[in-house]
């Protein structure tokens, strides 16, 4: 017999497949509870509604996201390879965020635990800046956008060649995220 904790995890973990897949509404809460092996009822008296799950997914992986890549002023290029394993290493994240966006509701900031992710961000870039690390022209919100988006561009790229399990493409993809990072933060003199 699965305690209430068990029976929870396994319809978050289902329930997360299935919102990656189709988003809110395209899922559908009986593929839900067959995957978690769970009645509609149980589910229902777990969360509620779809909406209400669907959220709860939304910010356990939203947090588990940020909660993966930290931006450390000695190592900011660094951090664009860590957004770039993480896309790869775990795509429900970024299909869960693109869904939430799809779907209009509000994003936000994750509860990580500590402090909020992207003041946290700002203080390393602010920091990498007062160091001669990064480019001091550079305003550390949209440096941040602009990491992230090198980090997750092969993630977004519309071609058939995004998807392998080659590890030498997908270091070389890495490495060529990295260094585009490196060169966009340097610190011109």
Request: aromatic share 8%.
């Amino acid at each position: 017999m699965r305690s209430t904790t068990e029976l929870r995890d396994e319809i978050l973990a289902a329930a997360r497949a299935e919102f990656a897949q189709y988003g809110l509404a395209g899922a559908r809460v009986d593929r839900i509870a067959r995957a978690a092996h769970a009645s509609k009822e149980r589910l229902y008296a777990h969360f509620g509604d779809k909406e209400t799950l669907f959220r709860e997914v939304f910010a356990a992986d939203a947090a588990e996201f940020f909660r993966s890549v930290t931006l450390r002023p000695d190592a900011v290029p660094e951090f664009v390879g860590e957004i770039y394993d993480l896309a790869c290493r775990r795509p429900e994240h970024l299909r869960m965020i693109t869904w939430a966006q799809l779907e209009g509701f509000s994003l936000d900031e994750p509860e990580t635990g500590g402090p909020p992710a992207h003041a946290q961000a700002v203080a390393a870039i602010e920091a990498a800046q007062a160091d001669g690390h990064i480019d001091p022209a550079w305003d550390p919100s949209d440096l941040i956008a602009m990491l992230f988006g090198i980090g997750l561009a092969w993630a977004h790229l519309p071609h058939p060649d995004v998807a392998t399990d080659d590890p030498a493409v997908l270091a070389a993809r890495r490495a060529a995220a990295v260094e585009a990072a490196a060169r966009i933060v340097a610190h011109q003199t």
